[in-house]
């Protein structure tokens, strides 16, 4: 559990951060070891989906970027960053993107994501998605992120975007020090080098809207199952275009 000491930084960050001066220069040559910070803030995910989404967008980012060792997703994990009241005070994404990062951390599993042991880069995609409880998505992370440096900031509202007046997928983008509000699903984002959106996906046999990632084209990535029962339905084609029968077992 986290020391109630962090716990009352936390509500002066969470409340005071922008009034607040830059962090003092002491504190920042003294900045933790990722291995002495909490890995989150041991808040539990509301809903299953919270949880669900952004791992299948890490699953289907590990099958399409499998050759390149430059990326990090992370996935409700503490990001320490140098932007707020204080260091030891993190932000916690539903789900975020780096560039330009080890995929694994001199080798090993991160437990957290600290801007200064990562070249000071920071998440070039967060996601932030809203449950029965707001969680200020609209307006103080939509502030912290955009502090922080973040290009594009996704809020997923699929059931409650009536209650909050917005829509149920907004995407922004980081222009000169503000966010924009972005048009067209799936979003192209040329300087991540993939597009998001929605689709109605099955998901352990159910029926159920994911998000996930789409090409320059608009066409969606398929995963690597997808892929291979695409390959198996070409060869059945060819098969029976042949007049071979492919659930025939042959006769010896």
């Not at 109630?4 to 900045?31: E, K, T």
């Not at 791992?55 to 992370?74: E, I, K, V």
């Not at 990562?118 to 912290?144: A, C, I, N, Q, W």
């Not at 398929?222 to 007049?243: I, P, W």
Request: aromatic share 10%; net charge negative.
């Amino acid at each position: 559990m986290v020391s109630a000491r962090l716990c009352v930084i936390y509500l002066i960050n969470h409340c005071l951060w922008r009034f607040l001066p830059v962090i003092s220069q002491s504190l920042l040559q003294n900045l933790p070891s990722t291995a002495d910070l909490p890995c989150s803030d041991d808040t539990p995910v509301d809903n299953e989906d919270q949880n669900l989404l952004p791992n299948l967008l890490l699953l289907l980012l590990t099958h399409l970027w499998s050759a390149r060792m430059d990326w990090y997703f992370g996935v409700d994990m503490a990001v320490y960053h140098t932007t707020g009241v204080s260091p030891k005070v993190p932000v916690v994404p539903d789900g975020f993107l780096s560039l330009g990062v080890e995929r694994k951390k001199s080798g090993k599993s991160r437990r957290s994501y600290a801007t200064w042991e990562e070249g000071d880069v920071v998440p070039s995609f967060v996601l932030e998605m809203v449950s029965h409880r707001p969680g200020e998505e609209y307006d103080e992370k939509t502030k912290l992120y955009a502090k922080l440096g973040v290009l594009y900031y996704l809020v997923y509202n699929p059931e409650f975007w009536q209650r909050d007046s917005h829509q149920p997928f907004e995407l922004y983008k980081l222009e000169n020090g503000a966010y924009q509000l972005q048009i067209g699903e799936p979003y192209w984002m040329p300087e991540v080098g993939l597009g998001i959106g929605r689709y109605q996906g099955i998901v352990g046999g159910l029926a159920q809207e994911i998000l996930t990632w789409y090409d320059e084209r608009g066409d969606r990535h398929l995963s690597g199952e997808e892929q291979a029962q695409q390959r198996a339905d070409r060869l059945e084609k060819l098969l029976r275009s042949q007049g071979i029968d492919p659930n025939q077992q042959p006769e010896l």
